[in-house]
């Protein structure tokens, strides 16, 4: 649920007139780097919390690091649901919220 609610939250709204994020988003990254990770720290630290659930249920890899894998999954997320506004296909018909969230808690290995 907290992975499809990032997402939706992520998706530009196609109503706005208004700059888009993906443009902005990057520039921060480069020009804010320690603003942009203090903004993240909420929503990093719940998503650790529920990667430590997961692993203490035993449904996770031996090997995997909580707040890494909580990291990836925010970033994967947010770059997908950001990742629209083209007349090509994947924007047309966009990634949906259950896609990414099948593609963070699978992967892609059989």
């Avoid at 203490?56 to 090997?63: C, Q, Y």
Wanted: proline share 6%; aromatic share 6%.
């Amino acid at each position: 649920v907290a992975v499809q609610l990032l997402y939706e939250a992520s998706r530009p709204d196609p109503t706005a007139k208004r700059p888009l994020f993906t443009d902005f988003a990057p520039r921060l990254l480069v020009t804010h780097p320690s603003e942009v990770k203090i903004a993240h720290a909420p929503l990093l630290t719940l998503l650790t919390e529920l990667m430590e659930a997961a692993d203490e249920a035993g449904v996770l890899r031996t090997t995997i690091n909580a707040k890494r894998v909580a990291a990836m999954t925010m970033q994967t997320v947010m770059f997908i649901a950001q990742s629209s506004g083209g007349n090509d296909d994947a924007t047309v018909h966009p990634i949906t919220a259950e896609e990414v969230w099948d593609f963070c808690s699978r992967g892609f290995v059989a």
